[in-house]
T-cell receptor, first 111, second 112 residues
Framework: QKEVEQNSGPLSVPEGAIASLNCTYS??????FFWYRQYSGKSPELIMF????GDKEDGRFTAQLNKASQYVSLLIRDSQPSDSATYLC???????????FGKGTTLSVSS | GAGVSQSPSNKVTEKGKDVELRCDPI?????LYWYRQSLGQGLEFLIY????????KSGLPSDRFSAERTGGSVSTLTIQRTQQEDSAVYLC??????????FGPGTRLLVL
């Protein structure tokens, strides 16, 4: 059973702080890694994707990938109350035909 | 441009009835995926289309579930003889470059 694990949270950070979200996966054959944000009652929204080891930055978001450790993370700098949501880590299966999702980490940013 | 659209947005049905859920992907996207999300559960893959063919149906939970795609565009997910455990949000995703997937708003299905 291929799995993606995330801490459910809630992760609480004050406004302006850095939020760090972590994810581990079991399938060493996975090649593509994604972070989605999901507001309550809404569908997931793609915010970052990463394919190579190292860091990838986009605005306030940085995704980090370590394939040897089977670990993906998302850093959110200068956190805002509007960042409060559930963050889903997703990993492609080996065939590239589906994403395997973690159950998500709930982030709460207090003003 | 237009995103992924799904209809209906909500569906309430009685146990044993059949339901059809529709997905209209982003224009030009050849890949289309169906997932479902149950309360307290993660997103669960159902089926993947590339064009009109479905090379990965491994996530369909039973033979009551089927899906088709015509003209390389619109897809329909059909659930026959619905059961209460089928209640969930059914999400369609449109496949962009480099395996990115963009989700529609979902259909919230409630089986009474």
């Amino acid at each position: 059973q291929k799995e993606v694990e995330q801490n459910s949270g809630p992760l609480s950070v004050p406004e302006g702080a850095i939020a760090s979200l972590n994810c581990t996966y079991s399938d060493r054959g996975s090649q593509s890694f994604f972070w989605y944000r999901q507001y309550s009652g809404k569908s997931p929204e793609l915010i970052m994707f990463i394919y190579s080891n190292g860091d990838k930055e986009d605005g306030r978001f940085t995704a980090q990938l370590n394939k040897a450790s089977q670990y993906v993370s998302l850093l959110i700098r200068d956190s805002q109350p509007s960042d409060s949501a559930t963050y889903l880590c997703a990993v492609s299966n080996q065939a590239g035909t589906a994403l395997i999702f973690g159950k998500g980490t709930t982030l709460s940013v207090s003003s | 441009g237009a995103g992924v659209s799904q209809s209906p947005s909500n569906k309430v049905t009685e146990k044993g009835k059949d339901v059809e859920l529709r997905c209209d992907p982003i224009s030009g996207h050849t890949a289309l995926y169906w997932y479902r999300q149950s309360l307290g559960q993660g997103l669960e893959f159902l089926i993947y289309f590339q064009g009109n063919s479905a090379p990965d149906k491994s996530g369909l939970p039973s033979d009551r579930f089927s899906a088709e795609r015509t003209g390389g565009s619109v897809s329909t997910l059909t659930i026959q003889r619905t059961q209460q455990e089928d209640s969930a949000v059914y999400l369609c995703a449109s496949g962009g470059r480099e395996e990115t997937q963009y989700f529609g708003p979902g259909t919230r299905l409630l089986v009474l």
